[in-house]
C-alpha cells in the first residue's frame, strides 16, 4: 500500500507515491532523481544525507517520506541559481574543501542551515554545526574556513532567503 | 553495511484520541514515531519490528514551550531537541534542561529528536534526563482513563522500560526553578554525536548570606539501569555550609551509589571513577568554589 503524498522539493511542488516504509533520501534518490544526496550510513552518523526540511538540516535517511507531506525541502541541487553556483559552493572550491566529494552535499547543507541562523559564525560555532557531518578526506580544516569566508558572501542580500536560497541577481 | 526498513503501516492520527484507540487496537505490534532518530535507527541497525508506525506529529498541541506565570514550564513532548536549545528562555531559565538537550547529537538530529522520545526510549544516558529529574520534573501521561502526572524519578523502570502503560506521554513539566544553580557534565568519547559514558546533573540552592546549601540534587546517567538520583549523596550537602570536604563526600557518596555495566565506551571500574570525578567538578563548579575562589582551598 503506498501513500500519497504533495511535497515541495527546491521550490518544485511533487506528488508522489511512496511506500511507508522508504525515507526521505529514498524518494529524493529513487523517485525524484536527485542524486546529489548521498546515501552514507543509512542511521544518521555521517551526516551525507543533509538536507533542509522545512529550513532545519536533518538526515534525510531518519525521515520518512510519509512525514514530509506539505513540507518544503532544500537539497544541494536546489542551492546553486540560475546564474551559477552560491557563495558558499565557490568558497567551498576556493578553498579546496571538495576532495572525493561524496560529503560535500551534506556539508553545503548543514553550512547553508548555519549561516542563515548565525551570519557571521566563530570557528568554533562552524566546527559545532558541522559535526554531524563526517569528512574522511579533508581534515576538516578546509572546509571550516570555506564556511567562514562564505559567512562574508552571506552578507550579501539575498544570501539565504527561506524561498530561493540564490545568491542576488 | 546498508541497512533498509523493513515494510510497516504507517498511521498519522489527528487526535489523541485517535492516537489511543490505534495503541489499544495493535498493543506491541503498533511503535510511536516521534522524532525517528532513535526509532528508525533500531529498525535499521538492530532489527526492531515494527507492524504499524503511529506518528504523532499530526495530532496538534503536542509541541512546544510555555513558560507559566508562576515560573513554571511545560514542554510539550514533541518538542524537538533543537526547539530546546534555541529557547532563550530555557537557556536563561533552565540552563541544566538546555545543556543536557543541546548536547545530544548532532544539529540535524536534535532537529528531528523530541524530548518526549528521548524520555521514552528509556536509556539510562539520554541526556535530558538527569537535568529533568534534578529539575524535578513530571511527565504528563494521557491514557484511557485520563491525564495523569508521573514524578520522573519514577517514570523509568529499566533499560528501555518505563512505567507507563497502554499510554502517549504528551508533555513535561518543571517546577520553577528559582535561584538555583545548576551544571549537567557530560563525558564521552568524542565531544560530539557521541553517547555518555558517564554523565552528571547537579542543582544546589544555597543561601547567598549564610552559605548553606538547602536543596540539592544530584542526578546520574549512564551508570545505573535508569537516570540514578543519588540521595545519600544529596543529603550530604543539604542543610550543610559547602566546603571542600562536603563536596568531596558528596561526590564519593555518587560514587558509590553507581551501578555501572561495563561496555565498549568504558569498563564498569571506569565509569566508577568518572561518576566521581564528574560528580566533585560539577559540584564545585555549581557551588561557585571553582577557578578564581579562595573557598576550595579551605
Known sequence: MSISLCVIVNGNEHHLDVAPHHTLLDALREELGLTGTKRGCEVGDCGACTVLLNGKAVNSCLVLAAETEGAEVVTIEGVAGREGLHPLQEAFIREGAVQCGFCTPGMILSALALLRENPRPSDAEVRQALSGNLCRCTGYAKIVQAVLDASDASLVPGFGRPEGLRPSR | ?298
Open chain 2, 1 to 298: 553495511m546498508l541497512s533498509k526498513l523493513r515494510e510497516f503501516q504507517y498511521l498519522r492520527p489527528r487526535s489523541l484520541d485517535e492516537a489511543e484507540e490505534l495503541i489499544q487496537q495493535f498493543g506491541p505490534d503498533a511503535r510511536i514515531l516521534a522524532g525517528g532518530t532513535d526509532l528508525l535507527v533500531r529498525m535499521k541497525e538492530r532489527g526492531l519490528r515494527a507492524r504499524v508506525v503511529v506518528d504523532l506529529k499530526a495530532i496538534p498541541g503536542l509541541a512546544g514551550i510555555h513558560a507559566e506565570p508562576d515560573g513554571s514550564l511545560r514542554i510539550g513532548a514533541l518538542t524537538t531537541l533543537g526547539d530546546i536549545e534555541r529557547s532563550s528562555h530555557i537557556r536563561a531559565h533552565f540552563p541544566l534542561l538546555w545543556q543536557g538537550a543541546s548536547c545530544v547529537g548532532s544539529v540535524q538530529v536534535r532537529n528531528r529528536a523530541t524530548v518526549g522520545g528521548n524520555l521514552c526510549n528509556a536509556s539510562p544516558a539520554a541526556d535530558t534526563a538527569p537535568p529533568l529529574l534534578a529539575l524535578g520534573g513530571e511527565a504528563i501521561l494521557r491514557g484511557e482513563r485520563g491525564e495523569r502526572r508521573l514524578l520522573l524519578e519514577k517514570f523509568f523502570t529499566g533499560p528501555g522500560r518505563t512505567a507507563m502503560g497502554q499510554e502517549i506521554l504528551v508533555g513535561i513539566s518543571i517546577p520553577p526553578n528559582g535561584a538555583g544553580s545548576s551544571l549537567y557534565l557530560k563525558h564521552s568519547p568524542r565531544r560530539a554525536m557521541d553517547i555518555a559514558i558517564v554523565s552528571v546533573a547537579v542543582r544546589l540552592d544555597v543561601d547567598s548570606q549564610t552559605g548553606v546549601c538547602g536543596k540539592a540534587s544530584i542526578v546520574l546517567g549512564a551508570v545505573a539501569p535508569v537516570p540514578l538520583r543519588a540521595r545519600a549523596a544529596e543529603q550530604t550537602l543539604e542543610g550543610q555550609r559547602l566546603t571542600a570536604q562536603r563536596l568531596e563526600d558528596a561526590a564519593r557518596a555518587a560514587q558509590e551509589a553507581a551501578q555501572p555495566i561495563g561496555d565498549l565506551r568504558g569498563t564498569a571500574a571506569y565509569r566508577r571513577e568518572m561518576v566521581w570525578v564528574l560528580t566533585r567538578r560539577a559540584l564545585v563548579e555549581a557551588s561557585g568554589a571553582g577557578e578564581g575562589s579562595t573557598f576550595f582551598q579551605g
